[in-house]
């Protein structure tokens, strides 16, 4: 398996996280390892969200915007 870089952006926090990873990890996956809950999260890149089961492929940036609730 080949090793990507993968940029990856918490909207709402200031510093964005570099992680190396292989090409096949799925977003499930990322969210494990750097302590996100994919219930509370919607996931995007390149502007477009995308499912918890779609892998990295490539280097690249992913943002992670936290989701609001309140009642």
């Given at each position: 398996?080949?090793?990507?870089?993968?940029d990856?952006?918490?909207?709402?926090?200031?510093d964005?996280?570099?992680?190396?990873?292989?090409?096949?990890?799925?977003?499930?996956?990322?969210?494990?390892?750097?302590?996100?809950?994919?219930?509370t999260?919607?996931?995007k890149?390149?502007?477009?969200?995308?499912?918890?089961?779609?892998?990295?492929?490539?280097?690249?940036?992913?943002?992670?915007?936290?989701?609001?609730?309140?009642?």
């Amino acid at each position: 398996m080949s090793k990507i870089k993968v940029d990856v952006k918490i909207i709402g926090e200031e510093d964005s996280k570099i992680c190396s990873l292989s090409s096949d990890t799925t977003i499930l996956e990322l969210l494990e390892k750097i302590d996100q809950n994919p219930e509370t999260v919607v996931v995007k890149r390149d502007g477009k969200i995308i499912s918890e089961e779609e892998k990295l492929k490539g280097d690249g940036e992913i943002q992670i915007i936290p989701v609001v609730s309140g009642g």
